[in-house]
């Protein structure tokens, strides 16, 4: 699973983040010998269960080491998936009749050091120094790009809930510097959304921007990470899909992330200027500072080297054909990521195998389990639905968002997407959090499906996380598609159980199908069930769903919206 941390971390390493731990890791538990291992592996358990957790132990089993996206091990993985929905019925709905959809991901990373220089009229030219004043971002649509422009701050650079950090500035043909991060007043999924670097890019492009550079914060924490360790790891490869002519796509391709600047940095592009780095620095101390825009008496001249490699990965999509001749013409998305992070760094045993299991794993198991219960039920939805495993989630949601802009579908058919990304299944779970359902009538349906089975809904209990915007199906919302993300709840041992997996094996080689806390199969086949039910609803339903009154995100993305 994905997870943003501090935005100018995401603008130049596009790094997946640890989890904020939010309880004490659980006492280490005896470990078990190869004979308890096997036993608790080979266990006889009922039809339903045994075939969610065969899916697992395939998926997550140290021969597919840890999926990578693009790795042979991966392929495999998708030749699997493949398989079971066509066992499930499903009709190929990939590339050229197959169930497979071509990814061409780009993994990309500064090719050299780059080159910041600041001008002042008069004056000769200010080298600043990597490292100390800079880091460079790499540009994956142009390998060799430079760009020379005034500069002008814009705060944290956002336009929207009532604020405008751009008011009375004109930045047509400049550069615009930004802190990064949103006022912690916002909602917690709307502060995500204007924290995201590629989001502040698009306000930067909109207002006519050619570039963007994010300053290091004077305000220490906020999962902000210190400039040195970022000028460190400045050269990081990172991810994304490229065209069909080969280069990386980039939301913003003339409006550029260009890098970052260090307090030591920003000062010197301050010098001289109406407002001094001083006064600014001191102002952002307060989470609620405003900000105005200053023109700064400084040109930026900037020079950056991309190097490339295409990676080639793939979705897998099958879909089951709607039987109403007028709604079956739209498609209800059933998501899920197949990758996971590969093989890394040993742990204290010595693993170097990053199964995961839960993540996603499990997640996948559903997606496959969920096709074979409309199958066995006979009756063929009114809605089409179509089941996708995605790639290169762990690389920043990007196998979803290649799906979402090249759909093997047509996208304007499509009504809604229902994520399923790591639930974790270690508990007898009395309730479910369906992050994101309340921006949409998907809320309604969730509560029903939730109440046949016997379990309530609960608020989001991690607000601060803002999962909704940071999982597959927030590439859907970005194309104004609804979209729900659901969980196991935390009720009764919910939150200790995913504490315990959060801080225990997210994203280390502990996820595994045997793990502390045992993996509870009866609750991963009553999580398809309630999923299963959702779907099944809006594949029914005889209204498509839509965006609430007023809804942030269906104002800001577009979609249907009700009146």
Sequence with gaps: MFRSTAPFVLALLSTTAAIAQEAPAPAPAPALSAAQANAAINAELPADQAAFKSHVMFLASDQMRGRDAGSPEYDI????????????????AGDEGSYLQKVPLLSYKPADKGSFALSRKGGAPEALVFGQDFVPAANPAKTDYSVSAPVVFVGYGIVGLGRDDYKGADVKGKIVAFFGGAPSAFPSEERAHFSSPATKAEIAMKKGAVGYITLESPRAGRGSYPFAMIAGSYDRPRVTWAHADGTGYIPTPTA????????????KLFAGAKTPWADVAKLAQDDAAVFKPVQLPATLSVALKTETTPITSYNVAGILPGSDPRAGQEVVVLSAHLDHVGVGKPDAKGDTIYNGAMDNAVGIASLIEEARRFKASGKA??????????????????????????????????????????????????????FGAAHSTLGEMVQKAAAEIGVGVGADPRPDEAFFVRSDHYRFVQQGIPSVFLWPGEKGPGKAATDAFLSGNYHKPSDQVVQTPPIDWESGVRFVDVNYRIARQIADADQKPMWKKGDFFGTTFGGPMEK
Excluded: C, W
């Excluded at 993985?77 to 190929?92: I, K, T």
């Excluded at 550029?256 to 000062?267: D, F, I, N, T, V």
């Design 77 to 92: 993985a998708a030749q699997y998936v493949a398989s079971q929905f066509y066992e499930a019925g499903l009709r190929p």
């Design 381 to 434: 939805p009114r809605r089409s639905i179509l089941f996708l495993a995605v790639t290169a989630e762990e690389k920043g949601l990007v196998g979803s968002d290649y799906f979402a802009h090249n759909p093997t579908v047509p996208k304007g058919n499509m009504v809604a997407d229902v994520n399923l990304d790591m639930p974790i299944i270690t508990y007898k779970f009395e309730d479910v959090t369906p």
């Design 256 to 267: 550029p992330g260009l890098g970052m600047l260090s307090q030591a940095g920003a000062a």
